[in-house]
């Protein structure tokens, strides 16, 4: 579909239908990124005033919390006073859903499922002016890199399995001007496919799980494709951590920067890396706080408040995520708080018997050859299991090395046991899981 046509006929019409003020949104927000700090706090200070006056006056549950716990918005000090309103966990939201709306707003709404990766997924109602804002905040992320409303995309993402769902997605690719690989159809026909798809579509960027591009590249270098000629603008990763190994292939691969989204169903885009490489906050969108897991770890939990719904807005959220956060200047002038470290789920860390805490991330750099994909898998403190799929060139004495090297890092009493399977399962929404926790 022709881009311009895409933008201005099919993306505006469809914000008609839907009541949608993306575009309107848009223009107002592009050039905060730009504000000095001192402007930023204060969009953001009137926003998180804005969100708890509504809150306590109009939905039940807020209003009860602030009661009990002595909290008038009037007096509070913002953002320093957010810490005495209670943290709301994904438990709570289920537990009290239905008063955690606004029930004096009749909207139009959508409802939306976590992909529930770390545990019970979640139903999230989306009234149209909050989707709109988490799509005027993607768009002006995306322009970061010259990337617009219409421009062809190449998706790397789940489809849904029933086929209602399914041709509803399809409808939505062809509006949305994009071409998708499904992350449930990986092998050598469905990837060749792809690839003749691309050649012919010429999208400007691809957008997708980070684990799936990484696949696809892979492929398309051991079968002698090129995809430089394709000129693409970025590749937009989300849905899964980004890793070191993957990003360095694709960037190389693929001739361009890999851009990183850091975001969540219920809120929309957390962050998003500038071209510098910095992963910036996004502000105006959302207010996030960092609170010590525990003294023995280097990384916070992360805490977010929307500032952009007034019909339902999570207030002082345990996204399930952790990361470190920072005020250093980035040499792109934009002036959005870093996050420095983000490495994923609370619950998806390594637990030694000794209790000390280790991120998987350990796997990519202890793994470096003769394994074409592998997951981890902890049964108890005390034993690991490793599936892979082996590479022809794997050895006896690189599994004992590898074995060796992890045994250094999680201690002599964790059994390592390494399992060859033909290939690794993925999750219902289509993500490659590298490991699964005791938790689970």
């Known amino acids: 579909m022709n881009e311009w046509f895409a933008k201005n006929v099919v993306y505006r019409s469809i914000q008609m239908v839907r009541q949608e003020k993306v575009l309107k ?29 509504c809150a306590y006056k109009n939905i039940p549950y807020y209003h009860h919390l602030f009661d009990q716990h002595g909290i008038e918005v009037e ?22 859903n239905s008063s955690l709306i606004n029930s004096n707003e009749n909207k139009r709404l959508s409802y939306e499922k976590t992909s529930g990766t770390s545990g019970k997924p979640l139903t999230i109602c989306i009234d149209r002016d909050k989707s709109a804002h988490i799509r005027a905040q993607m768009f002006r992320n995306y322009e970061w ?25 399809n409808i939505k690719d062809i509006l949305a001007n994009r071409i998708r690989l499904s992350a449930f159809k990986i092998d050598d026909i469905s990837f060749n496919k792809f690839i003749n798809k691309l050649i012919r579509f010429k999208p400007k960027y691809f957008y997708g799980y980070p684990s799936l591009i990484y696949e696809f590249c892979q492929w398309l ?30 960037e190389k691969y693929c001739d361009c920067k ?96 000794d209790n000390r805490y280790i991120y998987p991330s350990v796997f990519h750099y ?25 590479q022809d060139d794997l050895t006896d004495i690189m599994l004992r090395d590898y074995e060796d090297k992890l045994a250094n890092i999680l201690g002599k009493s964790m059994k390592i046991k390494f399992e060859i399977v033909n290939q690794i399962d993925k999750h219902k929404s289509g993500k490659l899981r590298y490991f699964i926790p005791l938790k689970e």
């Not at 990337?147 to 029933?162: A, L, N, S, T």
């Not at 952009?308 to 207030?315: A, D, F, G, R, S």
């Open 258 to 353: 890999v851009a990183n989204e850091y975001g969540a169903t219920e809120i929309g885009v957390i962050a998003f890396e500038c071209p510098e490489g910095n992963l910036h906050i996004n502000s105006d969108h959302i207010y996030l706080e960092t609170i010590k897991l525990d003294k023995s770890n280097d990384v916070d939990q992360i805490i977010v408040t929307e500032l952009n719904n007034y019909y339902n807005p999570l207030i002082r959220y345990k996204i399930g995520d952790l990361g470190v956060t920072t005020d250093i200047k980035c040499k792109c002038g934009r002036d959005f708080p870093i996050i420095t470290n983000l490495v994923g789920r609370e619950n998806s860390l390594i637990i030694t018997s």
């Open 145 to 169: 890199y010259n990337i617009h409303i219409g421009d062809k995309q190449g998706r790397f993402w789940g489809v849904p399995v029933e086929k209602r769902n399914y041709i509803k997605e």
């Open 75 to 96: 007096k509070l000090k913002l953002p320093e006073d957010m810490c005495k309103i209670p943290i709301l966990t994904k438990d709570v939201f289920r537990e009290h």
């Open 221 to 250: 270098i051991n079968n002698g494709f090129e995809l430089k000629d394709l000129n693409l603008l970025a590749i937009i990763t989300s849905g899964e951590v980004l890793h070191d190994f993957q990003r360095k292939l694709i």
């Open 366 to 390: 202890v793994i470096n050859g003769g394994i074409k994909q592998f997951q981890g898998v902890q049964k108890s403190k005390t034993e690991l299991i490793i599936k892979i799929v082996k």
């Open 25 to 53: 949104y848009l223009s107002r927000i592009k050039e905060i990124p730009w504000y000095s700090r001192d402007e930023i706090e204060d969009i953001q200070r009137q926003k998180l005033f804005e969100t708890l006056k």
